[in-house]
C-alpha cells in the first residue's frame, strides 16, 4: 500500500454514468479516495452511505470523495441507484488502479485464497501528493476518522 507523502498514481476511470474522470481532473480541493471491496455489499454499503450521509461534512472540510471498487459500471451505477449514492462511484474492474494503489491483495475466507480489493482510504492533496493513508479502515468508523484527518491536515 502507498505511504503518506508518495505522489498519488495517476489514473483514469469510468464512473457508474460511464464518463471517464482522470485522477487530474478532481485534484482542485482535497479528494478523499475509498477503495471498497464490492457494491451492495453490507460493509460497503455501510460506508457508502455514510459518505452521502455526510456530504455536507466533507463539502465543509474541503473534500471531493469518490469510491472505487472492482465493478462493472453497470453494477456501480445499480448501487449508486439503490442508495441514492450522490458521489462519484468509479468502476476498477480490471483492478489496475487498485494495484497501483497496493489495494488489490490476496485475501482469505473460510480458508479460500482469492484475490480482491482491501478496504482502504487515501486522502490526496491538491498537489497529487497522499497526505494520509486508512488500511483496513473499518465501515462505521470511517467517516469520523476521514473528517478528523481532513481537519488536522486543514489546521497544520
Not at 127 to 155: S, T
Request: hydrophobic share 40%; with cysteine; proline share 5%.
Amino acid at each position: 500500500m502507498l505511504d503518506p507523502g508518495k505522489k498519488a498514481p495517476d489514473f483514469e476511470l469510468p464512473d457508474q454514468n460511464g464518463n471517464l474522470i482522470k485522477l487530474s481532473d478532481v485534484l482542485d480541493r482535497a479528494l478523499v479516495l475509498f477503495f471498497y471491496p464490492r457494491a451492495n455489499t453490507s460493509g460497503c454499503t455501510t460506508q457508502a452511505c455514510g459518505v452521502r450521509d455526510r456530504k455536507a461534512d466533507y463539502a465543509a472540510a474541503g473534500a471531493t470523495v469518490i469510491g472505487i471498487s472492482p465493478d462493472e459500471v453497470k453494477d456501480i451505477d445499480k448501487f449508486a441507484g439503490k442508495h441514492d449514492l450522490d458521489f462519484t462511484l468509479l468502476a476498477d474492474a480490471d483492478h489496475a488502479v487498485a494495484e497501483k494503489y497496493g489495494t488489490w491483495v490476496e485475501k482469505s475466507m473460510y480458508g479460500r485464497k482469492y484475490m480482491g480489493v482491501a478496504r482502504a482510504t487515501f486522502i490526496i492533496d491538491p498537489k497529487g501528493k497522499i497526505a494520509k493513508v486508512f488500511p483496513k479502515v473499518q465501515p462505521k468508523k470511517h467517516d469520523d476518522l476521514v473528517l478528523k484527518a481532513l481537519g488536522e491536515l486543514a489546521a497544520a
